[in-house]
Each structure stands twice: as structure tokens, then as C-alpha cells.
């Protein structure tokens, strides 16, 4: 299955001079959806993942069906002020802008192995820092995969020593 049929070019979103892939054509159909969680589980089958760690808002769109076709957990990855117990935060460059991202500061624990899922991979600063926050709780990051992967952009070169996986690059 062609899942790029499936992801729409947005120009000049969130800001002029970005090219935004939209991935709600992708979500609002049944197979290509399936396809893509199918073909992002295949990627950690054999990582003996605990715990998928997926990035807000989309991120959860992917990480959470991953996580049931894996039999694991899901652990949510937000922006500042929308978690309620004992966080940890980290600051990270967005393609274009700074933002922060909070886990709960007991949402791994030590020795888990940890799969990240997220829609897209541009500059790769957003992944870079929930790696940093589940490393920091005691967590392995066994793997980080993506729907779409942004290569010239150059993230995966933030994640070098990590495991990398994209469904589809652009």
C-alpha cells in the first residue's frame, strides 16, 4: 500500500515558508491506518518493548495503537502544565521555534525498555528530548519510529546511536 497517497502537503502551515504533512487523510481511513501501525509494531516485535512514549498530540495518535499491537503500555509525552503529579521537563528547537515537553516523573522506570513513537521526524528535537527525560527516570530507549521522516532536515543525526526507524521519508 502507497501510504504517501495518504499524507497531504499543507505549504506555509504552521507559519510561511513550512511544508506541513498532514496525516489526518492517513488516520481517516481504516486500512491505511492499520498499515502504518502494523508496519510501525513490525519495526519493535523483537525490542522487548515495556512501554511505548509517545510525544503529543500525534504522537499518541501512532504510539497508542502500537502499544496494544505490542502488548505494552502507552506513557504520554506533553507540553508543559497538562500533567498532574511530579514532572520532569525538557526544553527542545522545533523546526521553527522553542518549545518544553513534561513527563511524569514516575512514568518509567528504571530499566524499562522504551519505545517512542511519533508522527514525524524534521529536526528531531522533540524525540531528542523524551529521550533525554526517559533516559533520566532510568529507561532504555530500545527504538524511536516514526510515519514520516523529514531527511532533509537531518533529525535523524540528533538521534545517532539510537535505533531509527521511519515508514516513510520525504
Same mark, same amino acid.
Given at each position: 500500500?502507497?501510504?504517501?497517497?495518504? +499524507?497531504?502537503?499543507?505549504?506555509?502551515? &504552521?507559519?510561511?515558508?513550512?511544508? !506541513? $504533512? @498532514?496525516?489526518?487523510?492517513?488516520?481517516?481511513?481504516?486500512?491505511?491506518?492499520? %498499515? =502504518?501501525? $502494523?508496519?510501525?509494531?513490525?519495526?519493535?516485535?523483537?525490542? /522487548?518493548? @515495556?512501554?511505548v512514549?509517545?510525544?503529543?498530540?500525534r504522537g !499518541?495518535? !501512532?504510539? *497508542? #495503537?502500537?502499544? +496494544?499491537?505490542?502488548n *505494552?503500555?502507552?506513557? #504520554?509525552?506533553?507540553? &508543559?502544565?497538562?500533567?498532574?503529579? %511530579?514532572?520532569?521537563?525538557? =526544553?527542545?528547537?522545533?523546526?521553527?521555534?522553542?518549545?518544553?515537553?513534561?513527563?511524569? =516523573?514516575?512514568? +518509567?522506570?528504571?530499566?524499562?525498555?522504551?519505545?517512542i513513537?511519533? @508522527?514525524?521526524?524534521?529536526?528531531?528535537?522533540?524525540?531528542?528530548a523524551?529521550? =533525554?527525560?526517559?533516559?533520566?527516570?532510568?529507561? /532504555?530507549?530500545?527504538?524511536?519510529?516514526?510515519?514520516?521522516?523529514?531527511?532533509?532536515?537531518?533529525?535523524?543525526?540528533?538521534?545517532?546511536?539510537?535505533?531509527?526507524?521511519?515508514?516513510?521519508?520525504?
Amino acid at each position: 500500500m502507497d501510504l504517501k497517497k495518504y +499524507i497531504e502537503d499543507i505549504p506555509n502551515f &504552521p507559519e510561511p515558508g513550512v511544508l !506541513f $504533512r @498532514d496525516v489526518t487523510p492517513l488516520l481517516a481511513d481504516q486500512a491505511a491506518y492499520k %498499515e =502504518s501501525i $502494523r508496519l510501525l509494531a513490525d519495526f519493535a516485535r523483537e525490542k /522487548n518493548v @515495556d512501554v511505548v512514549a509517545g510525544p503529543e498530540a500525534r504522537g !499518541f495518535l !501512532f504510539g *497508542c #495503537p502500537v502499544a +496494544i499491537e505490542l502488548n *505494552c503500555g502507552f506513557v #504520554p509525552v506533553r507540553k &508543559p502544565g497538562k500533567l498532574p503529579r %511530579e514532572v520532569l521537563t525538557q =526544553s527542545y528547537e522545533l523546526e521553527y521555534g522553542k518549545n518544553e515537553i513534561q513527563m511524569h =516523573s514516575d512514568s +518509567i522506570r528504571p530499566g524499562q525498555n522504551v519505545l517512542i513513537v511519533d @508522527d514525524l521526524l524534521a529536526t528531531g528535537g522533540t524525540v531528542d528530548a523524551a529521550v =533525554s527525560l526517559i533516559e533520566q527516570m532510568g529507561g /532504555n530507549v530500545v527504538g524511536i519510529a516514526f510515519l514520516i521522516e523529514l531527511v532533509d532536515l537531518k533529525g535523524r543525526d540528533l538521534l545517532e546511536g539510537y535505533d531509527v526507524y521511519s515508514v516513510l521519508k520525504y
